[in-house]
């Protein structure tokens, strides 16, 4: 199955939710106020956000009045536009190879399927990958990693439980330099913003890795589509204690509220880097402006 057929298939309820209503309050044949009223509260329905719905709805007005817009199908093309020009604005870092990736997230977003996903997307393209068990604090955490390096037939760097995690980050550092590998992964614990243990570990691991690792460094924080406008304080807590290069987004083919990506992308300036697209192992797809915009609408 394609990127977009996936993509298609993993926004079906966010797009019956959006594109099914605006085609009934664009069959009116008019593109009054009330057409526009409802169109907000469509897409603040599906979790898009008060503020982009409002930016989304003052655009597509303007172009409506400037264009002559009339069809349903002209109205659905400028709304595609105008979302992925939101979307746009906020573009991937550059990622050169070594290239680390520390992976962080609350409790039960879908981080370790993430992390397993991601090493076989890199794998995909000919990279070696390590994983790196730096969760030590969850039971089980670093069986569940490994399970995912046995599927992948990568390495992996774990430590026992309950003990340093940065030290264990340290040691898959020390490894995947002098193995040469391409990419290293590095599990963290689920935290809440008011753990602040919790948080200040998961800093005191961004800075061993910042002043041991010389090359490309990102720091991805998974989101669970399903919370909708909740994912936007998780964002906010993460990227003040780390400084967030980028999201994944789980679970969006269970959701209705997959507009969350342009609420992000709107509050935050913060670019989605890989959307979940199913359960399988290679469910995970670098994220396109335009094919989320054609997916949704």
């Known amino acids: 199955m394609g990127f977009f057929s996936k993509l298609k298939n993993a926004f079906k309820k966010t797009k019956d939710a959006i594109g099914n209503k605006i085609m009934a309050i664009a069959s009116k044949g008019q593109l009054d106020d009330d057409f526009f009223d409802e169109l907000e509260m469509i ?37 595609k536009n105008v ?29 370790t399927t993430t ?25 089980a955490a670093a069986d569940q990693l490994s399970e995912w390096a046995k599927r992948n037939n990568t390495k992996i760097v774990k430590n026992n439980e309950g003990s340093d995690p940065a030290s264990v980050v340290f040691d898959g550092i020390t490894s995947a ?33 910042a002043s041991n690792w010389p090359f490309c460094y990102q720091k991805l924080l998974v989101l669970d589509a399903t919370t909708g406008q909740n994912a936007l304080s998780q964002v ?21 509220k997959g507009g969350v990506v342009v609420a992000i992308a709107e509050e935050y300036q913060k670019p989605v880097m890989f959307v979940g697209t199913g359960e399988g192992l290679e469910d995970i797809e670098a994220f396109d ?9």
Request: glycine residues 8%.
């Open 43 to 79: 897409l603040i329905s599906a979790d898009v956000g008060v503020a982009a719905s409002e930016k989304i709805v003052e655009e597509l007005r303007l172009q409506a009045r400037k264009e002559k817009l009339r069809t349903q199908d002209q109205v659905k093309e400028a709304l």
């Open 83 to 111: 979302i992925a020009d939101i979307l746009r604005k906020n573009p991937a870092p550059d990622t050169t190879y070594p290239l680390l990736v520390m992976v962080a997230g609350v409790n039960g977003v879908g981080k």
């Open 115 to 139: 992390i397993g996903k991601l090493a076989n997307y890199y794998q995909e393209q000919g990279k070696s990958v390590l994983l790196v068990a730096g969760d030590t604090f969850r039971a």
């Open 177 to 209: 330099k002098a193995k040469n590998i391409d990419v290293v992964i590095v599990d963290t614990a689920g935290r809440l913003h008011n753990k602040v243990r919790l948080m200040e570990e998961l800093k005191k691991i961004s800075r061993i890795v």
């Open 236 to 256: 906010e807590y993460f990227d003040e204690a780390i400084g967030v290069d980028g999201l994944v987004l789980t679970k969006l083919d269970g959701t209705a």
């Open 289 to 297: 402006a335009d094919s989320f915009a054609d997916a949704i609408i």
